[in-house]
Every structure is written in C-alpha cells, then in structure tokens.
C-alpha cells in the first residue's frame, strides 16, 4: 500500500510529459498553421508543399493529430535514431513523396544490454525488461544476438517498448 502514492506520482509524471508533448505539437502545428515563425511562413509558399501533419513516433509509425497512423520509414528511424514519443512532422508533397523531420525529441536516456531474437523480433534485454529495436537498426551496425549493444530510451520509459539502437559494443 506504500507504494500506492509513488505509483500515482509516476503515473501523473508520464501524463503530465505526454500532455507537454500533446502541446509542444499543437504548438508548432498552429504556428505551421497561421505562420507565426517567419521560417514557417516561407516553407508554407513553397508550391510542392502538400499537407503537413505532426504526430508522435511511437517506436515503429508516426500517430498523426489528425489520429490516423503514418509509416515511418525504418531506416529514417534507425539513422536518426528516434525514440518511442518524439514529435515529428510529416510533409506529404503534392506528387504523394512523404518527407520527416524530427521536431520534438524527449529527453532520453542510454543504457547498455544484450541483444536478443525472439519470434522473429529483435529485442535489447536490460535488468529485468526487454525493449524492442527496429531490424534496419541490427542490420546496419551488424549485430547478432548475444551481442552487447547500446540504446536509447525515454528518461521516464515505464511505458516503453521500443528502443533505438545507438551502437553495437
């Protein structure tokens, strides 16, 4: 029962960061929007600019503030090392061309442990959890399961699945 208060602090400090992330993207949606940023201002003249979209990356695809899901190419997500719960803009061109930017990275976290295959899925054991790794992710730094490898997660990650890969050691 002691813990009971110290779970709900920890549960209120991941709404309250999710909150902010909420924010942080509707803040740059609506200065995307109305054009408050005079940076924003001239990309939005550009004639190929399609529809932007913001969203967070949950690890694998974007979830767009539209509530719709979009592919995040997975060797984007390896290269630029994204972590579950970064903002991130979507621009869809008018000839369809999907382009990315990381707008909002979290505050993260880098932690060492062993990778592991399990179904078919590329899991980093660390202590007593298992996070994911995108497979474009092994295969460019050439690991093997039983390696020792170093990832990224989110500072707060008790709701964490997925981790991205930073190195293999």
Same mark, same amino acid.
């Given at each position: ?33 109305v054009g408050e940023d005079p ?34 190419? &997975? ?21 369809? !061309?999907?382009m990315y930017k990381q707008i ?8 060492v442990g062993m990778l592991e ?45 997925? &981790?991205?890969?930073? &190195? !293999?050691?």
């Open positions: 029962m002691a813990d009971f208060p110290e779970k709900q602090v920890k549960r209120l400090r991941t709404l309250i960061q999710e909150a902010e992330t909420s924010l942080a993207a509707a803040k740059e949606l609506l200065v995307s929007i940076t924003v201002t001239a990309s939005l003249t550009d004639d190929n600019l399609g529809k932007i979209i913001e969203g967070v990356f949950d690890g694998q695809i974007m979830v767009g503030s539209d509530g719709k899901t979009y592919p995040v190419p &997975a060797n984007y997500a390896s290269k630029s090392k994204l972590v579950q719960g970064d903002i991130l803009k979507l621009t869809i061109a008018d000839d369809g !061309a999907f909002g990275p979290i505050p993260r976290k880098q932690i295959l399990k179904d078919g899925h590329y899991f980093v054991n660390v202590g007593e959890r298992a996070y994911r790794v995108l497979l474009a992710s092994v295969t460019y730094f050439k690991a093997k399961p039983g390696d020792q490898v170093s990832v990224n997660v989110p500072e707060d990650d008790d709701h964490t699945e997925w &981790a991205a890969l930073e &190195a !293999a050691l």
